[in-house]
Antibody
Framework: QIQLVQSGPELKKPGETVKISCKAS????????MNWVKQAPGKGLKWMGW????????TYADDFKGRFAFSLETSASTAYLQINNLKNEDTATYFC?????????????WGQGTSVTVSS | ETTVTQSPASLSVATGEKVTIRCITS??????MNWYQQKPGEPPKLLIS???TLRPGVPSRFSSSGYGTDFVFTIENTLSEDVADYYC?????????FGGGTKLEIK
């Protein structure tokens, strides 16, 4: 069955870096893109962008350009989200979500979410 | 960027009643609207995808309609297990944009 398993919760200080992993199984990793979605505490869902798992090309929503980076380890069917120079407002749960195509569509399967807390 | 306005923000219904949630988009998105359910502490679950297509395994009491800029999500005969947040997502163009969410409670 299709599964996306994310890494565990993180507690970081402002200015630090965090890297979240999302390991996929049950399908051919490079046939479907991977999206990243942010959910701040008590808030709604916000699309951060996605990465073409075939070419490795990332696309970022405007609010997530600069400190955010999507990457892949294709041999391990794993996608990564790295956030640099963490700020308090980065405190949120981050979800990876499989795209329905390799060129960008909507999300069908989701990871369980990774909680990131940024606090001094 | 396509803005998605979702209403209401919350609603409370008795079991067996009908629930209606609306999403209006700022641009014409054809039928590229999707609907998700998120229960507390869980990731979102895709219920209905583009073209008002009910996903496999999703109960038929969930449905949607709409085309262009005006979309409606419906739950017939609401059950207590339907307590959740519901979100619409437009997938016609990037950036993908979600509605603000609707919190469904049972009276």
């Amino acid at each position: 069955q299709i599964q996306l398993v994310q890494s565990g919760p993180e507690l970081k200080k402002p200015g630090e870096t965090v890297k979240i992993s999302c390991k996929a199984s049950g399908y051919t990793f490079t046939n479907y893109g991977m999206n990243w979605v942010k959910q701040a505490p008590g808030k709604g869902l916000k699309w951060m962008g996605w990465i073409n798992t075939y070419t490795g090309e990332p696309t970022y929503a405007d609010d997530f350009k600069g400190r955010f980076a999507f990457s892949l380890e294709t041999s391990a069917s794993t996608a990564y989200l790295q956030i640099n120079n963490l700020k308090n407002e980065d405190t949120a749960t981050y979800f990876c979500a499989r795209d329905t195509t390799v060129v960008g569509g909507y999300m069908d399967y989701w990871g369980q979410g990774t909680s990131v807390t940024v606090s001094s | 960027e396509t803005t998605v306005t979702q209403s209401p923000a919350s609603l409370s219904v008795a079991t067996g009643e009908k629930v209606t949630i609306r999403c209006i988009t700022s641009t014409d998105i054809d039928d590229d609207m999707n609907w998700y359910q998120q229960k507390p502490g869980e990731p979102p679950k895709l219920l209905i995808s583009e073209g008002n297509t009910l996903r496999p395994g999703v109960p038929s009491r969930f449905s949607s309609s709409g085309y262009g800029t005006d979309f409606v999500f419906t739950i017939e005969n609401t059950l207590s297990e339907d307590v959740a947040d519901y979100y619409c997502l437009q997938s016609d163009n990037m950036p993908l944009t979600f509605g603000g969410g609707t919190k469904l409670e049972i009276k």
